[in-house]
């Protein structure tokens, strides 16, 4: 299984920084398997980060796609915007359950307003840009997103 994995952070682009949230998420993927294509910055646009992951999803480049950052709920916050955008169908109760877990650690996380969805067959998911927030979700429902991913490849 392929993924991708893109941080929404115009500064960072611009100053061509790594993402280390992209770097532990990758680190994770591969620990169980997962080929990570890309981890790249990338900036907090909703038409940029649109385009990408439609073109990731339809060139069949990654089977999972990953974006951390620009989840909040401030005007620039776009990546559940462009997820949403570019979804075939979106998979509510992923976002649910993680926002549920991490209420125990981080009171705000109810304002997160992250998005999971499919496009074609590739499932495409927002989390956190901190690391820990980011982490701890992705370990919480990485079992089940990849069953999800799995069965939409067989």
Same mark, same amino acid.
Request: with cysteine; charged share 25%; hydrophobic share 45%.
């Given at each position: 299984?392929?993924?991708?994995?893109?941080?929404?952070?115009?500064?960072?682009?611009?100053?061509?920084?790594?993402?280390?949230?992209?770097? +532990?998420?990758?680190?994770?993927?591969?620990?169980?398997?997962? !080929? #990570?294509? =890309? #981890?790249? +910055? &990338?900036?907090?646009?909703?038409?940029?980060?649109? /385009?990408?992951?439609?073109?990731?999803?339809?060139?069949? /480049?990654?089977?999972?796609?990953?974006?951390?950052?620009?989840?909040?709920?401030?005007? /620039?916050?776009? =990546?559940?915007? =462009?997820?949403? !955008?570019?979804?075939?169908?979106?998979?509510?109760?992923?976002? *649910?359950? &993680?926002?549920?877990?991490?209420?125990?650690?981080?009171?705000?996380?109810?304002?997160?307003?992250? +998005?999971?969805? &499919?496009?074609?067959?590739?499932?495409?998911?927002?989390?956190?840009? !901190? +690391?820990?927030?980011?982490?701890? /979700?992705? *370990?919480? &429902?990485?079992? !089940?997103?990849?069953?999800?991913?799995?069965?939409?490849?067989?």
């Amino acid at each position: 299984m392929k993924a991708a994995i893109f941080t929404l952070d115009t500064e960072g682009y611009v100053a061509k920084k790594e993402s280390q949230t992209g770097l +532990v998420l990758k680190r994770m993927l591969e620990q169980i398997g997962y !080929e #990570v294509i =890309a #981890v790249r +910055v &990338i900036p907090r646009d909703q038409k940029v980060a649109a /385009s990408i992951l439609k073109r990731v999803a339809d060139d069949h /480049s990654a089977d999972l796609i990953l974006t951390t950052g620009a989840v909040g709920y401030t005007q /620039s916050d776009c =990546a559940p915007d =462009a997820l949403s !955008e570019v979804a075939d169908r979106l998979l509510p109760g992923i976002p *649910e359950a &993680i926002r549920a877990y991490m209420l125990r650690y981080k009171k705000n996380a109810m304002l997160n307003r992250a +998005v999971a969805g &499919i496009r074609g067959t590739t499932v495409m998911l927002n989390l956190s840009e !901190e +690391v820990q927030m980011a982490q701890g /979700s992705l *370990e919480y &429902i990485l079992p !089940e997103l990849t069953q999800a991913v799995e069965m939409l490849n067989l």
